[in-house]
């Protein structure tokens, strides 16, 4: 007789997560509201709650092309909700970045050098671990990939989508308020920057298909067979993570254009609209899974269907999910947030942290014998036993530690790298409510 296994990796990531939003919760008095929700502080927290659901959802995802791993599974409340991590990660830098704009004189003199420059340094610091990485496994590629990929022209990391995109809204930003004297035509700047985003993955999706011949694509193994850069997900903008969170950038700013409306207005029948805010979140998840029933994803032009439609609906539904989520979030933090070390550790170096955690994900999979060093789980590869458990709990440890580990040595190279850089002014001490990305952001696929 089979007896089900007791679920120890639910019991223990789930639990983890109710004790860290319970411990240090800042909860505001009956009859009153937490003044501070949006502080450096607060928002800081914040974005280490978010760092840590990102890797929660990477780590819930099994290897490519794998079969079930029960064990890991048993996670897959972060799977589908990926984006809305990195959604607070683009709202709370739009927040900061409207907030510096009005309370500090001359803001925006050397703000690319400023804000753009360490994420930049950031990202190749990264991407040295990734050469070396990538050296010891023996990962076969071309010349020019390599070259592309060193430089960035392509992703080594494909986890480092939120680079490019977060230095694209920041020289949008710079662009717009730099000598606008109409906030409406700066704000209207930004949000067309977004959309051409969004425009260009809806229009290329996941690879090139408009490169070459109509429908090449289809023929059975031309795809693998392609150059590299016609292949799935090899360039900028192939793939939806790209492009799916960050229109919460433009609620952050709008949020904090309006700081003191918002606030009036929903401290009015508080939790009436509290509650309005999680029958929008179900409604928005309602959506989607009816899209899905209707089989309606981004994933179509695999079985031939190269439309865009589908895939405009689907990010629709999903602009959606990140709005009622964001609002879910304000209203809930007016009365209670949490502070605790983990969070405030995350929220330091919580770009470092996304960016270096591919490299324990795939090595660890890798020594426990779950994948090749393609990456490829093995055929019919499950996790269920209780010794299965202990095993990939074993293995959520060691990636978390890992990870951690790697984001201290990537953030102080980062330090060092810039403050060697000439003319470089470190911007510590004059960071705005949630604004410094270099420390303070990150993204999730």
């Known amino acids: 007789m089979n007896i089900p296994s007791f679920p120890i990796i639910s019991i223990i990531v789930y639990g983890a997560w109710i004790a860290l939003l319970l411990v240090g919760s800042r909860r505001a008095p009956r009859g009153s509201f937490n003044q501070d929700f949006m502080s450096l502080e607060a928002t800081k927290n914040l974005q280490g709650l978010a760092a840590l659901g990102v890797i929660c959802h990477h780590l819930s995802q099994p290897p490519q ?5 029960d064990a890991l599974g048993q996670m897959q409340f972060f799977r589908e909700i990926g984006f809305w991590f990195v959604a607070i990660f683009f709202f709370v830098s739009g927040f900061g970045l409207i907030k510096s704009l009005a309370t500090k004189p001359d803001y925006l003199k050397k703000f690319l050098r400023r804000r753009v420059l360490p994420i930049v340094v950031c990202f190749y610091v990264m ?8 050296l010891i496994l023996g990962t076969n590629m071309s010349a020019s990939e390599w070259v592309c990929k060193i430089f960035g022209i392509a992703l080594l990391n494909d986890n480092a989508w939120f680079v490019p995109v977060i230095v694209i809204m920041y020289a949008a930003f710079k662009l717009a ?3 606008e004297s109409s906030k409406a035509r700066a704000f209207l700047f930004v949000f067309f920057a977004i959309a051409l985003q969004v425009g260009w993955f809806l229009f290329n999706k996941h690879f090139t298909w408009w490169w070459g011949e109509p429908g090449w694509w289809k023929k059975p193994g031309a795809l693998w067979l392609a150059p ?3 292949r799935p997900v090899a360039l900028w903008f192939e793939g939806e993570w790209w492009v799916n969170s960050t229109i919460a950038f433009f609620f952050g700013m709008l949020a904090a254009q309006n700081e003191k409306k918002l606030y009036d207005f929903f401290t009015r029948a508080w939790l009436v609209k509290f509650i309005a805010s999680v029958l929008l979140v179900a409604a928005s998840f309602a959506l989607k899974i009816y899209l899905y029933g209707k ?8 079985s031939g269907d190269n439309s865009t439609l589908p895939r405009a609906l689907m990010f629709s539904v999903e602009t959606f999910q990140v709005f009622a989520w964001i609002l879910f979030l304000y209203i809930l933090r007016m009365k209670i947030w949490s502070k605790n ?13 996304y960016l270096m955690q591919a490299i324990p994900l795939r090595a660890f999979s890798i020594l426990f014998g779950w994948s090749d060093k393609g990456f490829r789980a093995k055929e019919g590869l499950e996790l269920s036993g209780y010794k299965d458990q202990l095993t990939a709990l074993l293995y959520l440890v060691l990636v978390l530690a890992a990870t951690a580990l790697l984001s201290v040595i990537v953030k ?3 330090k060092k790298i810039c403050a060697l850089l000439p003319n470089w002014k470190s911007s510590q001490g004059q960071k705005a409510t949630g604004e410094n ?3 303070d952001q990150n993204p999730a696929r």
Do not use: C, D, R
């Not at 089989?295 to 695999?302: A, G, R, T």
């Open 65 to 69: 092309n794998g079969g079930p791993m």
């Open 127 to 134: 991407n040295l671990f990734y050469i070396a990485f990538h």
């Open 177 to 179: 308020f730099k000598n």
């Open 228 to 230: 590299w850069y016609k």
């Open 295 to 302: 089989n309606i994803n981004y994933w179509l032009e695999f």
């Open 341 to 353: 070390k983990v969070f405030e550790f995350l929220g330091n170096h919580s770009l470092e942290f």
């Open 412 to 414: 102080f190279l980062t």
């Open 437 to 439: 990305l270099s420390q």
